[in-house]
């Protein structure tokens, strides 16, 4: 049973334009959230993280929205630049229990 | 930001041999490594936790004998795939975390492994 779900496994969005990037999980113990970014032929890069004890956080163009009743969140990304073209993954953890990934969802950025 | 990197990228194997693959942290102390699995299209998978020093904690349903994994330094992990086979074609990813971040991973840039 997959934990954490990024149901869109592509997404694409005209450059400048908002992109959104959703994620669900089912675990309600999930007190850590974080995304990661992967281009081809690299290992994943650390992007943003959100505890649960926060709603948002924002880290220059990029910005993650939790909602913990919905166990859901969200990355956005405004404006979205060419570079942002890649893998995402939707990332949680329990206390400091291991880190699950979701299977990635693939955004292209379109000129 | 911290380095890790992860020698071979890319290994092509007879079926029977073993593979070793290495993890660094470059310019930091990882005081836990971990080795990830991923097949196309799908999550990373955990295989195994290791900290400096002891032996690696395995996931469930991950052979260690098929997986050895050696974390003897606080800067260099080595996975080794003993005997593979064809079923063990795969992208393997390593990351490090230090200190108290344990969330925060650094990754490897992976390791495709091709048993023929």
């Known amino acids: 049973d997959q934990q954490v779900k990024q149901n869109s496994p592509s997404l694409s969005v005209q450059e400048g334009r908002i992109s959104i990037l959703n994620c669900d999980y089912t675990?309600?113990?999930?007190?850590?959230f974080l995304w990661y970014k992967k281009y081809p032929a690299e290992g994943p890069t650390f992007l943003i993280s959100?505890?649960?004890?926060?709603d948002k956080n924002e880290d220059g163009r990029f910005t993650v929205f939790l909602n913990k009743s919905a166990k859901h969140l969200s990355l956005h990304i405004v404006p979205s630049q060419p570079g942002d073209s890649a893998v995402y993954f939707c990332?949680?953890?329990?206390?400091?229990?291991?880190?699950?990934f979701g299977k990635g969802t693939r955004l292209h950025i379109l000129p | 930001g911290a380095v890790v990197s992860q020698h071979p990228s890319w290994v092509i194997c007879k079926s029977g041999t073993s593979v070793k693959i290495e993890c660094r942290s470059l310019?930091?102390?990882?005081?836990?490594m971990f080795w990830y699995r991923q097949f196309p299209k799908q999550s990373l998978m955990l295989m195994a936790t290791s900290n400096e020093g002891s032996k690696a904690t395995y996931e469930q349903g991950v052979e260690k004998d098929k997986f050895l994994i050696n974390h003897a330094s606080l800067t260099l992990s080595t996975l080794t795939v003993t005997s593979a086979h064809p079923e063990d074609s795969s992208f393997y990813i390593c990351?490090?975390?230090?200190?108290?971040?344990?969330?925060?991973?650094?990754f490897g840039a992976g390791t495709r492994l091709s048993v023929l």
């Open positions: 990332a949680a953890s329990e206390g400091d229990d291991k880190i699950i």
């Open positions: 990351s490090a975390a230090h200190g108290t971040l344990m969330n925060i991973q650094y």
């Open positions: 959100i505890s649960s004890i926060k």
């Open positions: 310019d930091f102390q990882a005081t836990t």
């Open positions: 675990n309600s113990m999930f007190d850590y």
